[in-house]
């Protein structure tokens, strides 16, 4: 069993940055998703097991960064610039099934406990 461990989530104010964790030792492709209260999951960010290719939801793309450390144990979150309507709960989740969109909550096998951001106004 695959444990994901998220860590810094918090209270910030808009135009604020946070930088989320996620202890994913010897894990192959990585996303980040959130949820906010009433909203469906919904992609956030991926990055490859090489680190070399990230994806972005056009939401967050030139706010959010997404990399990984060089002995591939931990995946971070670089959030910039943030924003009240990024506030939700926040999950990794790890290793594709099927090969299909990054994108698709379906698509992994593993995910975190998620962590809170909340962004004032």
């Known amino acids: 069993q695959v444990h994901l461990v998220e860590s810094g989530g918090g209270l910030v104010q808009a135009g604020g940055s946070l930088r989320l964790s996620c202890a994913a030792s010897g894990r192959t492709f990585m996303g980040w998703f959130r949820q906010a209260p009433g909203k469906e999951r919904e992609f956030v960010a991926a990055i490859t097991s090489s680190g070399l290719t990230q994806y972005y939801a056009d939401s967050v793309k030139g706010r959010f960064t997404i990399s990984r450390d060089n002995a591939n144990t931990t995946v971070y979150l670089q959030m910039n610039n943030l924003k009240p309507e990024d506030t939700a709960v926040y999950y990794c989740?790890?290793?594709?099934?099927?090969?299909?969109?990054?994108?698709?909550?379906?698509?992994?096998?593993?995910w975190g406990q998620g962590t809170q951001v909340t962004v004032s106004s």
């Open positions: 989740a790890a290793d594709r099934l099927y090969g299909g969109s990054y994108a698709d909550i379906r698509e992994y096998a593993y």
